[in-house]
C-alpha cells in the first residue's frame, strides 16, 4: 500500500488520473491530466490500467502518503538515523497483503489456523456479550427491572420456533469466552500449553466443548 500511494502522488498527472478513475469508472469519458494530455477510459489501455489500480490500491484515506512522509522539513525520524534517500527505498518496498486476496477478491490472504480462529472468536463472543447485557441493562433502565422477563417472554410467544436459536446464540458467547478465559489463565499462569500443537489442540477442544454444551443449554428448558 504504501509503495503504491507513494508512486502514485509523487506524480501530479497519474493522481489526478488515478482519482477519477478510482472515483468514477464508468463515467469518465475522457479525462485531462495535469499534463493537458487526453485519455479515453473506454480505451484498453485505460481499461486495463483502471483495473490494475482498483486491485493495487486499498484506500486509506484521500490523503494517501505525503510527500514528506517519515522526514518532514522539521527533521522528522532522522534522529532515529532514516536514510537520506528513505523515499526512494519507500518506492521499492513490495505491497503490503491485506487479510483479502490482493487479486481483489473475497478470498482469505492468509490461512486461518484453529489458533486463529478461537482468537477470533474469543474476542467476538466478548463483543456480543457485552452487547447483550447493554441491551438487557437498557431494557431494565428504561421500562425497570421487571420488563427483561417480560421482553424474554413476549419473545418466546411471538417466535416460538427461534427460541432455541436464540438460546443458543447466546450460550455459545457465554461458554465460549468463559472456557477460552480459563485457557488463558492457565497460560498465563503456567506457561503450559503455548506452543503450535498444544494450542491448535486446545482450541479445537474449545470449539467443540462450547458447541455441545451450548446446544444442551440451548434445548434445556426451565
Do not use: C
Not at 498527472?13 to 485531462?32: C, F, K, W, Y
Not at 485519455?39 to 484515506?61: D, E, K, N, Y
Not at 490482493?102 to 489458533?115: I, L
Not at 427483561?148 to 417472554?153: I, L, W
Amino acid at each position: 500500500v504504501i509503495r503504491t500511494r507513494a508512486l502514485m502522488f509523487a506524480n501530479p498527472a497519474r493522481r489526478a488520473l488515478t482519482d477519477a478513475l478510482l472515483r468514477a469508472p464508468h463515467a469518465i469519458g475522457h479525462v485531462a491530466s495535469a499534463s493537458g494530455a487526453s485519455v479515453s477510459a473506454t480505451s484498453a489501455p485505460a481499461a486495463s490500467m483502471m483495473a490494475s489500480l482498483r486491485t493495487q490500491i486499498r484506500s486509506i484515506g484521500d490523503r494517501g502518503v505525503p510527500e514528506e512522509y517519515g522526514q518532514p522539513k522539521t527533521g522528522g525520524t532522522g534522529f532515529l538515523g532514516t536514510p537520506k534517500n528513505h523515499r526512494a527505498l519507500l518506492e521499492k518496498r513490495p505491497m503490503s497483503p491485506d487479510v483479502f486476496a490482493a487479486d481483489g477478491g473475497w478470498s482469505a490472504h492468509y490461512k486461518f489456523p484453529p489458533v486463529a480462529l478461537s482468537s477470533i472468536t474469543n474476542r467476538v463472543s466478548g463483543i456480543v456479550l457485552s452487547g447483550a447485557l447493554s441491551t438487557g441493562g437498557v431494557i431494565a433502565l428504561v421500562a425497570g427491572p421487571e420488563a427483561v422477563p417480560a421482553t424474554v417472554e413476549a419473545f418466546k410467544h411471538a417466535a416460538p420456533m427461534l427460541v432455541i436459536p436464540a438460546k443458543f446464540a447466546l450460550s455459545f458467547p457465554f461458554v465460549f469466552h468463559t472456557l477460552g478465559g480459563f485457557r488463558h489463565l492457565i497460560w498465563d499462569t503456567t506457561m503450559r500449553g503455548i506452543n503450535n500443537e498444544s494450542a491448535n489442540t486446545t482450541s479445537l477442544a474449545l470449539f467443540g466443548v462450547s458447541a455441545a454444551a451450548s446446544a444442551a443449554l440451548a434445548a434445556y428448558t426451565w
